[in-house]
């Protein structure tokens, strides 16, 4: 047989082992890949994320689970068996939830530049729920620098395990809720500024958005202590949404993700954890002023924080609706600190 022939065959072999170790979701109604869909076991753990091209790794599946939830834009849009789900691709309906319409206001530019807008942020420990908030937030940014000012939370709410444990050498069972973080904006304003201290990033032309996903990670085969805990195998995705076609500017910036893993435990512990922390956040204002000071509330992970049933609005992203399907009252709310 011929060198190339060789080669040829080789490289078909090699491919179908890649192919077949991913599943990627991707839409019914445009057959383009979808990134941040989750997949929830029939216990309520979140086994998979998917990233930029639609790709879960397929071993995280497995038949003892039987039952698969899919959750796209915080919505359930599919529940698939085992038989279902392991496939090298899946059609998702991505339409359930559309891109909602985001409201310009004050057009006549000004000092600042104010994008208001819903968030949600949640902490998996061996990827279960731990605890969740959300929220109305609003970012201020200088108009001339495009640098995040300042941070404003006006309404949130806290919930956490009923069950967790205070004991700092279970870190299996903590309560994770001081864990919880507000997405950070940082270089929203600039993403090619991201793009230069970073290697690993992709872009996707999409339906209705474009997106650019940006990835890191350190320690991964190196153990860090502090205070008598142990990490390591720390790894941040970015995701940043902006109008299609658009020129990437704030005006045009949609929505955002972030996600962070590591691996932990306490000293005394044999086992590591596998944490994840999510945020993101999905703009619904955007305008122009000369004020940057706007209400706001001091976030405090102990205790809620509303005066209105924000979170009963068709297009919040409520992914606690989504939790309590599999944890019912296991997910407590914090006392409403209003």
């Known amino acids: 047989m011929k060198k190339h022939q ?5 490289f ?16 019914e109604k445009t057959n ?45 849009v599919a529940t698939l068996s085992y038989s279902d789900i392991d496939k090298d691709v899946i059609k998702i309906n991505d339409r359930i939830k559309d891109i909602e319409t985001v409201v310009i206001k004050n057009n006549k530019p000004a000092k600042y530049i104010l994008i208001k807008g819903n968030f949600n942020a949640y902490v998996t420990v061996n990827n279960k729920p731990n605890c969740y908030a959300d929220g109305i937030i609003t970012y201020i940014f200088d108009n001339k620098t495009k640098k995040l000012k300042s941070t404003n939370v006006e309404q949130y709410r806290v919930f956490s395990l009923s069950d967790a444990s205070t004991d700092k050498k279970k870190t299996s069972f903590w309560d994770y809720a001081n864990s919880l ?12 500024e991201l793009k230069i201290k970073n290697k690993n990033i992709k872009e996707l032309k ?3 958005k474009d997106q650019i996903e940006i990835s890191h990670g350190m320690a991964q085969d190196e153990e860090l202590g502090f205070l008598g805990f142990r990490f390591y195998d720390f790894r941040r995705i970015y995701n940043m949404s902006f ?26 512990e044999p086992d590591y954890n596998q944490l994840a922390l999510y945020n993101n956040f999905y703009t619904t204002e955007f305008s122009f002023s000369n004020d940057n000071d706007i209400k706001k509330v001091r976030f405090n992970k102990s205790s809620s924080n509303y005066q209105t049933s924000y979170w009963q609005d068709p297009s919040f992203p409520n992914m606690q609706t989504v939790f309590s399907n599999f944890f019912k009252g296991d997910l407590k709310e914090k006392p409403n600190d209003k």
């Not at 179908?16 to 991707?26: K, V």
């Not at 299609?244 to 005394?268: A, C």
Request: glycine share 4%; aromatic share 10%; no cysteine.
């Open 6 to 10: 060789i080669l040829t065959l080789l």
């Open 12 to 27: 078909v072999f090699l491919f179908s082992i890649t192919h077949a170790q991913t599943i990627t979701f991707i839409s």
């Open 32 to 76: 383009q890949p979808l990134p941040k869909v989750s997949v929830f076991g029939k216990d309520g753990n979140i086994l998979a994320f998917s990233d930029i091209d639609g790709k879960i790794d397929k071993q995280l599946i497995k038949p003892d689970q039987e039952k698969f939830q899919l959750v796209y834009n915080n919505i359930s």
């Open 181 to 192: 973080d507000l997405p950070k904006l940082k270089y929203v304003g600039n993403p090619d």
């Open 206 to 208: 999409g339906d209705l």
């Open 243 to 268: 109008e299609k076609d658009s020129e990437k500017t704030l005006k045009d910036f949609l929505e955002y993700n972030e996600v962070i893993f590591m691996k932990l435990k306490h000293k005394s």
